[in-house]
């Protein structure tokens, strides 16, 4: 009697426990980085959630920084900088099959550099991004969604989908709700 | 013992029905029955190539995930694929990983591209791949489970699934079930792998990432140029357009390769009479909402200010010769071909097939091997090597 053969190699998604860094009760003069990860209208769209976040919420300096390749992890120094530059980070636009789960690695990063981070993808894309949260050790990792689609916008509507999201978001930055929910 | 030398008599079909159904409870399959991969069977794969069954042929770091020789044996074995195919597996994931695309993210892609493998030289008749009439299939099992094998490397190896990882909008009928021989004995020009640098004989696999494959049917007359415009009308189609630059993989019936060869071009003829003529104009590229191109690396395509009238202009569509590769497949007995929409850049390279191992090693040395490496079965998902891949920056973003 033989075994039948595992072609997973016995390779699981992550099950332990990434941290996650704690939350500030507010985003009150505290400096947010915006990443921008290159997909069409991420960059504008994430400048517009910068400006709410200012003018509505009362957060202070915006450092933005554009991610070089949107479908895979931003490279590891940009988040470092980022991190460092940053009290709280916000990543956009999570709208495709890979850059889905590449934002909510790249925030998965920063968790664990100690800088609370802020997912948004398109609600088309939560089975990837919640896999790649699992894959990260972080099942059950929240993140902020906005409609489908992102790209193809006119600027006056992806300043609606920024100010409709950034309520969302600050909760996901701040201690006014739990950022890591059931698995 | 070897596949076949069990009487038809002893076979036991109940048996066989509960190990496939097993094999599905465990989600290793792609809709299909999975042959039971046993160590007797992995063995006689590991015992036709001369790589170390712990060697890593393809990591996905981002995911956790690596995939080795042994690995991709047991994929291969569940496939199908007899265990001489598979130096064919491993040199067409290896040509296929040299498409930037398939390591940037291209399997997670909504657009589901599917691999497109071309086989040439002796290993063709040898192993029975179908260069000539129905090539892409089906029927035939070299051409039908090599394609699989990558397939199921992707779903079990790297662990992307759809719904999970794999988040194909619609995907592509026969995704993971395209291979063909290249029908080099009906070409009139040389074949593809000896266009790369491969010595002629010497048996290689080519591979990329499609988009799509479309046909294009023209027995309608002899006049070569009309042919290639044709062709030329279906490459530059607008729903195609996503980037300033296009890539088409023209795979041409005999009938139309000899057609344009008898009429003088050459290959490169064909190629340069490609870039030369497959123009779109900017009113139709207005049209569609993709006459603007953004000045990233690809150049993103998206609607132009409304203000701004369409210029009177003709764009390029295929920028060089290496955007439009050509190969020969097929019967000699119709002049329809298809326009292969690659999803990047082909690498416009081939790899060429390992000589058959000089003393295969026994099951001893092999088990010693896997004992004594600490990668053996397939890494561990902790590992975290610098990943290479992933932060290419010619990685392709879509």
């Not at chain 2, 023209?218 to 279906?234: G, M, Y």
């Not at chain 2, 795979?251 to 290959?267: C, D, I, R, T």
């Not at chain 2, 030369?276 to 690396?297: F, I, N, Q, Y």
């Not at chain 2, 929409?341 to 001893?364: D, K």
Request: glycine share 10%; net charge negative.
């Amino acid at each position: 009697m033989s075994t039948i053969l595992d072609p997973t190699g016995g390779q699981r998604n992550g099950t332990a426990e990434a941290p996650l860094a704690p939350r500030p009760p507010d985003l009150r003069a505290r400096t947010v980085g915006l990443l921008d990860n290159g997909k069409q209208n991420a960059g504008l769209f994430v400048e517009e959630l910068g400006a709410v976040l200012v003018e509505q919420h009362g957060a202070g300096q915006l450092v933005l920084r554009h991610k070089p390749v949107a479908t895979v992890d931003a490279p590891p120094e940009l988040l470092a900088e980022l991190a460092a530059a940053s009290d709280l980070v916000v990543i956009g636009v999570g709208d495709c099959g890979s850059c889905s789960a590449a934002a909510v690695a790249d925030a998965i990063a920063l968790e664990q550099l100690g800088t609370p981070a802020a997912v948004v993808c398109t609600e088309s894309f939560r089975a990837t991004a919640e896999a790649m949260a699992a894959v990260r050790g972080a099942a059950g990792y929240r993140y902020a969604t906005v409609e489908h689609p992102m790209a193809g916008l006119a600027p006056g509507q992806v300043r609606a989908r920024a100010e409709g999201v950034a309520g969302e978001v600050v909760a996901l930055l701040t201690v006014a709700a739990p950022h890591r929910g059931a698995a | 013992m070897a596949a076949g030398a069990v009487p038809t008599e002893e076979l036991d079909p109940e048996a066989a029905q509960a190990a496939i159904e097993h094999c599905y409870g465990q989600g290793w399959s792609d809709g299909l029955p999975l042959v039971p991969a046993t160590r007797q069977l992995v063995d006689r794969f590991l015992a036709c190539t001369a790589r170390a069954p712990e060697e890593e042929i393809g990591r996905m770091a981002h995911l956790g995930r690596a995939c080795t020789v042994e690995l991709a044996a047991v994929n291969a074995a569940m496939a199908g694929c007899k265990p001489e195919y598979f130096p064919v597996v491993l040199a067409a994931w290896e040509a296929l990983h040299r498409d930037r695309a398939a390591k940037g993210g291209g399997w997670q892609s909504t657009s589901g591209p599917a691999p497109m493998i071309v086989v040439n030289g002796p290993v063709r008749d040898e192993l029975g791949f179908n260069s000539s009439g129905g090539a892409f299939g089906p029927g035939f099992r070299a051409n039908a489970t090599v394609a699989r094998a990558i397939g199921l490397i992707v779903r079990n190896a790297f662990g992307i699934r759809p719904h999970e990882f794999d988040q194909a909008t619609q995907g592509l009928p026969g995704r993971f079930s395209i291979c063909f021989g290249e029908n080099e004995e009906e070409s009139p020009w040389e074949p593809l792998s000896v266009e790369t640098g491969i010595p002629a004989g010497q048996s290689a696999v080519s591979a990329t990432l499609l988009r799509t494959c479309e046909f294009v049917d023209n027995r309608h007359t002899q006049d070569p140029e009309q042919v290639l415009f044709d062709f030329a009308d279906t490459i530059v189609r607008t729903g195609s357009l996503i980037f300033r630059d296009q890539s088409c993989f023209v795979v041409f019936s005999p009938e139309h390769a000899q057609l344009l060869a008898n009429s003088g071009f050459s290959k490169a003829d064909v190629k340069a009479w490609f870039v030369e003529h497959c123009l779109r104009s900017e009113a139709d590229l207005r049209r569609a909402g993709k006459d603007a191109v953004g000045d990233g690396p690809m150049g993103g395509r998206s609607a132009g200010p409304a203000e701004r009238a369409p210029q009177d202009t003709l764009s390029q569509v295929i920028p060089t010769p290496q955007h439009i590769p050509i190969a020969v497949t097929g019967a000699r007995n119709a002049a329809m071909s298809l326009v292969c929409r690659v999803f990047g850049m082909w690498s416009n390279t081939s790899c060429a097939l390992e000589p058959p191992p000089g003393r295969q090693r026994s099951p001893g040395e092999r088990a010693a091997a896997r004992e004594s490496s600490p990668a053996g079965r397939a890494s561990s998902p902790e590992r975290s090597a610098p990943n290479e891949w992933a932060s290419s920056p010619e990685a392709i973003a879509r």
